[in-house]
């Protein structure tokens, strides 16, 4: 096996599960780089042994979960709002929590779950979704009792993503399949052929069509309808981070540091660069500009077109996707003292986080 990119490396350092097959077919490390969520005026971040609430007008932290550190569990996945206003909190520990985001207050708990949860939840008006690295999907209501358990042959890293339009739920797997599933019932509706990598990004999904990022160096585009590939086109390098789709454009970036611009009716490419390390997360794309970061530590704006606007490199590695919160740009590094920064859309830093230890 040929890897490409120094993180491969931390992934196998840091790996809850060993990576099997070529690149292409295998199954990737996890790793624990943070999970960043924000609502109106409080980032939510999951790092390490806690979930931190920070307050976006200043950077201070409002509260933390848990109170007290517990050496034994962490906390990665990126933390999700439910439809009646909860936060919640995939643990490595094998625990989904659900939190009142105003105070960090415990509400309920999951733990029927034997492995990690490293993929975000997805949770709609039909309830939750969690996507666990035992191969299985859980379905829960909003109070947190299980409805259903989905099956699948490989690890599940990615979340799913919802289409209202048939009350059905889009599942990414490590088996190197997307599953088509009855939200209500549990029941598959359709499963692809094999795709010939690995999925650990969230499909994007848009306008009847699908489209997903593979171990294999493609981006599939596919009919929500019945699975069946429209387009393929093939990539550098792997794709990690889910695309995104806005406009008629599918954004996305690869493990070697080539970001990509594809045409999303047909898969051919309007723009490609390379940038100065691996790209392992989804970009961030508001309605005139893209913003992404690096593995090597670079935070990249650029126009729509592929044209840098103003780039910064933090000195830390960056594996996490950024977000828009208002005004502000967060960043959620690894491995520094320095858990989240605040830029403004020009660039120009307004905070940072750094958590106090607790006495």
């Given amino acids: 096996m040929k890897f490409k990119s120094p993180l491969i490396f931390f992934l196998l350092i840091v790996s809850v599960l060993i990576l099997s097959g070529c690149a292409g077919g295998g199954q990737a490390s996890a790793t624990?780089?943070?999970?960043?969520?924000?609502?109106?005026?409080?980032?939510?971040?999951?790092?390490?042994?806690?979930?931190?609430?920070?307050?976006l007008s200043n950077g201070l932290e409002k509260w933390r979960f848990p109170v007290e550190q517990d050496n034994k569990r962490s906390f990665y996945a990126t933390p999700t709002f439910t439809t009646d206003g909860q936060l919640l909190a995939g643990s490595y520990e094998n625990i989904?929590?659900?939190?009142?985001?105003?105070?960090?207050?415990?509400?309920?708990?999951?733990?029927?779950?034997?492995?990690r949860f490293i993929a975000a939840p997805l949770a709609i008006e039909q309830g939750i979704f969690a996507a666990n690295a035992n191969n299985s999907l859980y379905a829960l209501d909003l109070q947190g009792t299980q409805r259903w358990v989905f099956p699948?042959?490989?690890?599940?890293?990615?979340?799913p993503v919802a289409d209202p339009d048939c009350n059905c739920i889009y599942?990414?797997?490590?088996?190197?399949?997307?599953?088509?599933?009855?939200?209500?019932?549990?029941?598959t509706n359709w499963l692809t052929e094999d795709l010939q990598g690995s999925i650990v990004g969230t499909p994007a999904y848009d306008s009847g069509l699908l489209y997903i990022g593979t171990f294999a160096n493609e981006l599939i585009a596919l009919n929500a309808s019945d699975g069946r590939v429209v387009w393929r086109t093939p990539?550098?390098?792997?794709?990690?981070?889910?695309?995104?789709?806005?406009?008629?454009v599918v954004y996305f970036g690869v493990l070697d540091g080539t970001f990509y611009a594809l045409e999303a009716a047909t898969g051919s490419v309007k723009w490609q660069?390379?940038?100065?390390?691996?790209?392992?997360?989804?970009?961030?794309v508001t309605e005139d500009k893209l913003y992404?970061?690096?593995?090597?530590?670079?935070?990249?704006?650029?126009?729509?077109n592929g044209t840098t606007l103003w780039t910064k490199n933090l000195g830390f590695k960056l594996y996490t996707s950024p977000i828009q919160a208002g005004d502000l740009i967060l960043i959620a590094p690894s491995g520094a003292d320095e858990y989240l920064i605040a830029f403004n859309m020009d660039g120009a830093q307004q905070w940072v986080y750094l958590p106090e230890a607790k006495k």
């Avoid at 943070?34 to 979930?51: C, F, K, M, Q, V």
């Avoid at 992404?292 to 729509?304: D, I, K, Q, R, W």
Wanted: proline share 6%; hydrophobic share 40%.
């Fill in 235 to 248: 990539t550098s390098d792997w794709v990690w981070g889910g695309p995104i789709v806005q406009e008629g």
């Fill in 96 to 115: 989904l929590f659900s939190l009142d985001p105003a105070t960090g207050v415990q509400k309920w708990s999951f733990a029927e779950a034997n492995d």
């Fill in 292 to 304: 992404f970061t690096t593995e090597a530590g670079s935070v990249y704006a650029l126009n729509l």
């Fill in 152 to 159: 699948t042959t490989g690890p599940l890293w990615a979340k």
């Fill in 171 to 187: 599942l990414p797997s490590m088996d190197h399949k997307l599953y088509s599933i009855d939200a209500q019932t549990g029941d």
């Fill in 32 to 55: 624990g780089w943070p999970g960043l969520a924000a609502d109106e005026s409080t980032a939510y971040l999951a790092h390490n042994r806690h979930i931190y609430a920070v307050n």
């Fill in 273 to 284: 660069q390379k940038f100065d390390g691996a790209i392992t997360q989804s970009p961030l």
